[in-house]
């Protein structure tokens, strides 16, 4: 069976700083991938989704990045973090647009 | 953007009622209606929604979808205290992109 794995599962930045969060899919190949941030326990917004190794599809101008090095590795980053940064960071998988996307457990980012 | 809203976007109630939750949404780029459950950390899928007016079942829940009105409820019978949560409504368009309400935000007493 296909598992997603996000990790750290918390963290906190000072501002200024670096970020790199990555996300992993194991029993499966070519998933689709995807970034989403939670406020405050609220509704999720798509940031970042890919259909395929090195392909980036980005949905709102931000302050983040994301990369897919591998088939099913998903990385989100930032090179200097701001406090808007803040926030629940969810990554989520897919087989096919025929499919629902399932959820990682999620990161939550502090940022000081 | 296609734009999702549910409501109520909270609601308390006891053991052993049942809720409808509502979300409606626009039409632009359909390709489906999903509903998630939130407790703590990963949104778990509960129904994907596609065609109209075939009710979906699982378990205690249900959800029907209505493309001509653009809505979908999602019902919930004989209510558990671990049906506690925030039930996500989210439409599927084109490119595979889920745009979500901001979620019903449900609480069941003892």
């Known amino acids: 069976s296909q598992t997603i794995h996000q990790w750290p599962a918390t963290l906190v930045q000072p501002v200024g700083s670096p970020l790199s969060l990555e996300c992993t899919v194991e029993g499966t190949s070519n998933p689709n991938l995807y970034w989403y941030r939670q406020a405050a326990g609220r509704g999720l917004q798509l940031l970042f989704y890919s259909v395929g190794i090195g392909q980036i599809s980005s949905e709102v101008p931000q302050n983040l990045s994301a990369s897919r090095p591998q088939d099913r590795q998903f990385i989100l980053s930032s090179k200097k973090l701001l406090l808007s940064d803040s926030g629940f960071y969810l990554c989520a998988w897919s087989m096919d647009s025929n499919q629902p996307q399932h959820f990682g457990d999620g990161t939550r980012l502090s940022i000081l | ?110």
């Not at chain 2, 671990?82 to 069941?108: K, N, P, W």
């Open chain 2, 1 to 110: 953007e296609d734009k999702v809203v549910q409501s109520p976007l909270s609601l308390v109630v006891h053991e052993g009622d049942t809720v409808t939750l509502n979300c409606s949404y626009e039409v632009t780029n359909f390709r489906s209606l999903l509903w998630y459950k939130q407790e703590k950390k990963a949104p778990t899928f509960l129904f994907m929604l596609t065609s109209s007016g075939i009710e979906k079942k699982s378990g205690r829940l249900s959800s029907i979808l209505d493309k001509k009105e653009l809505f979908s409820i999602l019902n919930i019978t004989a209510t558990q205290t671990g049906d506690s949560a925030i039930y996500l409504c989210a439409e599927e368009t084109s490119g595979s992109r889920l745009t979500f309400g901001e979620g019903t935000q449900l609480t069941v007493n003892p």
